[in-house]
């Protein structure tokens, strides 16, 4: 069976140092990967996924197969920054089955 | 405008008693989902249905009955309501096929009494 595992469950950071959300995951197939974001009295909603190779507002995400990883990145963290952050995996053909991982709130202080 | 909506937003209730949360979505979608956010967060996927079709059930109690009565609803009944069952439900829907973008719904909590 597929997981996601999201180590860290809050994240401190002050505006303007570097942001690494971590995420490992377990699949026996051909992964895809995305990262969701929730700020604060919104919904739930795409950031990136693995396959574009995109850079939304300033993060990124490489999937590392050889540790199974998919870490959220970003150079400089930004108060707006601020959210629950969750790793997906998408574990059927359509993409569209998702598992997530516990989420990750990160903080950013100003 | 909204896309995916949710009602009721929030609901408390007695143990025991039973409830409904509705879901409709103007997206044009043709897969709707369930998902359960427990206290510790954590997002699980209870069902889906792609064109009133039921596609994935986990492993959800009898007490949960998810009814579509057309492709853009997606309702969710839960009967003989417990403790355990205090969390906060979202519906989603998305394309059957390609992105993995799941569009959500702003989320119903329930609390049992």
């Known amino acids: 069976a597929q997981r996601v595992t999201q180590p860290e469950k809050l994240l401190s950071v002050f505006k303007g140092a570097p942001v690494e959300l971590k995420c490992n995951y377990s699949y026996s197939g051909s992964p895809e990967l995305f990262w969701y974001v929730q700020y604060s009295r919104q919904r739930l909603q795409l950031l990136l996924r693995?396959?574009s190779r995109e850079s939304i507002k300033g993060f990124t995400a490489d999937l590392n197969k050889g540790e199974t990883s998919f870490h959220l990145k970003k150079p400089f963290a930004q108060e707006e920054d601020s959210a629950m952050y969750y790793c997906?995996?998408?574990?059927?053909?359509?993409?569209?089955?998702?598992?997530f991982g516990g989420g990750t709130r990160l903080m950013v202080k100003p | 405008d909204t896309a995916v909506s949710q009602t009721p937003k929030y609901l408390v209730t007695q143990m025991g008693n039973d409830k409904s949360i509705k879901c409709e979505q103007n997206l044009g979608h043709d897969t709707m989902y369930w998902y359960k956010q427990d206290s510790k967060k954590f997002l699980k996927i209870m069902f889906s249905y792609n064109n009133k079709e039921l596609i994935i059930n986990e492993t959800v109690p009898n007490r949960f009955s998810p009814k579509s009565p057309d492709k853009a609803h997606l309702n969710l009944h839960i009967n003989s309501l417990e403790l355990g069952d205090s969390a906060v439900y979202f519906c989603?829907?998305?394309?059957?096929?390609?992105?993995?973008?799941?569009?959500f719904g702003e989320g119903s909590r329930l609390t049992v009494l």
């Open positions: 693995h396959i």
């Open positions: 997906a995996l998408s574990y059927n053909n359509a993409g569209n089955m998702l598992t």
């Open positions: 989603a829907s998305s394309q059957p096929t390609g992105t993995g973008e799941l569009f």
